[in-house]
């Protein structure tokens, strides 16, 4: 069965520190890739999403994912964090050609401080 | 607002009891999804609606659980005879089909659901 795996469950930062949040998933197939994002009291909202081409997407925010298809991993990087960007972070996969079920992990809260 | 809304957003309810929720999906979205999500753990999905079929059903979905979707439009899911180990946010997102594999999906705020 597909899974997905976020090693961190919880990170905190100060302001302008640079960000990267682990994402594996297991799966030999074809894959679109995605993240997440829910801020405090707010639904999940999407971040990028990677489907084909470029492996390198940038999404909302400043925020940006590298596809690495030899390891499985679809890392989110932000180089200098905000106190707003405190939030749950989902890493999410769904199988290409489908209808597109997602499969999340089990998400990263992250904590920035001024 | 034309994002997906879900109803009600709260339901505390005791053991033993039905309940039912609903989702209004955006407009023209063919396709209808719901999750559960518990403390800790990210969205897992439960079953997949296009337009008025149900395509699949998470094993998650025990018989207790049963979803509709009968006009293509809203979507209800009903849990018989709640559990405790029923509690949590039960969430709703749509999408519309377009070619295979770039359609986003997109949530609605949720409803919690507390079994005493």
């Known amino acids: 069965a597909q899974s997905v795996s976020q090693h961190n469950h919880h990170v905190i930062l100060s302001e302008a520190a640079s960000l990267e949040l682990g994402c594996n998933y297991s799966?030999?197939?074809?894959?679109?890739l995605f993240w997440y994002v829910q801020y405090p009291g707010q639904h999940l909202q999407l971040l990028l999403k990677?489907?084909?081409?470029?492996?390198l997407v940038k999404g909302i925010k400043g925020f940006e994912a590298e596809f690495i298809k030899s390891k499985f991993s679809f890392n989110l990087r932000k180089p200098s964090v905000q106190w707003s960007d405190t939030a749950e972070y989902f890493c999410?996969?769904?199988?290409?050609?489908?209808?597109?079920?997602?499969?999340f992990g089990a998400g990263t809260r992250l904590a920035v401080h001024p | 607002d034309t994002g997906v809304s879900q109803d009600p957003r709260h339901k505390i309810t005791k053991r033993g009891q039905n309940v039912t929720f609903r989702c209004d999906p955006i407009?023209?979205?063919?396709?209808l999804y719901w999750y559960r999500q518990t403390l800790g753990q990210g969205p897992e999905f439960l079953t997949y609606?296009?337009?008025?079929?149900?395509?699949?059903k998470s094993r998650l979905l025990s018989d207790r659980f049963s979803a509709e979707r009968p006009k293509g439009s809203f979507s209800t899911l009903e849990i018989q005879r709640t559990e405790q180990g029923d509690s949590a946010m039960y969430l709703c997102?749509?999408?519309?089909?377009?070619?295979?594999?770039?359609?986003?999906?997109?949530f609605g705020p949720g409803t919690r659901l507390t079994v005493l």
């Open positions: 997102a749509s999408s519309l089909s377009l070619r295979a594999g770039s359609n986003e999906q997109f």
């Open positions: 799966y030999g197939g074809t894959v679109n």
């Open positions: 990677y489907f084909s081409g470029d492996p």
């Open positions: 999410a996969v769904s199988l290409s050609g489908g209808y597109n079920k997602l499969i």
């Open positions: 407009s023209e979205h063919n396709r």
């Open positions: 609606f296009q337009n008025e079929a149900q395509l699949e």
